[in-house]
């Protein structure tokens, strides 16, 4: 009895799919019969070769294409960043007759790009920046009076710089041409009574006495070195020197700066912004 009423339980638990060995598979439930072809050797049309064949290409393209557009997007955001650059710092110059002229300042502001090249550790970085410099000039003539000049400057700057970045350390330096187009300046000369002397109203301050004349270009080299505060903010440290007389010698230049060979050296600071 116990037999037959253990064959009959085991009969109708097989009829009605509710009874599970654990040496038999588990059933395919609702959702795995519905769910779409995942190319695996379980699936039900694994045995259709036309149908496995479709999947395979659909796949193949699907994922071909979310990587492409993927891949060119986020290329060219780590490869191309624009920016902004503010920098502040001192001037004077080198050359023959260049004694005299102590230190000056600029300052400026402009725009930055930030392109890879060949490796994530090398990129070209021209900027546009607008500057404005101004240069000192003092010397002790005798007893009396000491001449005095002032020139001022407004340019374009462009220096075209290829930059190496440490990544490990989040140091970079570079170096490139640097180009400076003038916009704008004027110069003024004189001399000026020392403390003591009398003078009287004609001749007293200074008085224009010189023309100075500048070029309208400037063609140097520049050198830097920064350091990246974050992936987006640069702070770095430049030092340019120009190759080209500041001095526009095919105009009148008078005393004491005729035969002068000006040549600019400054250095700054600044700090980018890439976006």
Known sequence: MVLALTTSAFAQSSD????????????????????????????????DEEYASAYARYKTQTTSRSEISKQRSEG????????ARLQGGFNTFLGSKSDGWGAGWNAGAGLIIKISMFTKNFSLVP??????????????????????????????????MFRYTFDQYDFF????????????????????????????????????????????????FAIEGGYMLTRNVHLNLRIVQSI??????????????????LLTFYTNVGIAFLF
């Open 76 to 83: 060219f955001s780590q490869s191309v960043f624009l920016g």
């Open 127 to 160: 900027e546009l920046t607008f500057n404005y410099r101004q240069y000192n000039y003092e010397k002790d003539m005798n007893d009396l009076y000491t001449n005095k000049a002032k020139i001022n400057i407004m340019l374009f700057e462009l220096p075209i």
């Open 173 to 220: 330096a570079a170096a490139g041409l640097h180009l400076g187009l003038k916009l704008m300046g004027s110069a003024e000369y004189g001399s000026e009574p020392k403390a003591g002397v009398i003078a009287d109203k004609e001749n007293s301050g200074l008085k224009s006495t010189t023309e100075i004349a500048t070029t309208n270009m400037e063609v140097g």
């Open 16 to 47: 009605d799919d509710e009874w599970v060995s654990v040496d038999s598979p588990r059933p395919a439930s609702e959702t795995d019969k519905s769910g779409s072809y995942d190319g695996s050797n379980d699936s039900e049309f694994a045995n």
């Open 244 to 261: 080209t007389n500041l001095l526009n010698q095919g105009l009148t230049v008078k005393q004491p700066f005729d035969k002068a060979t």
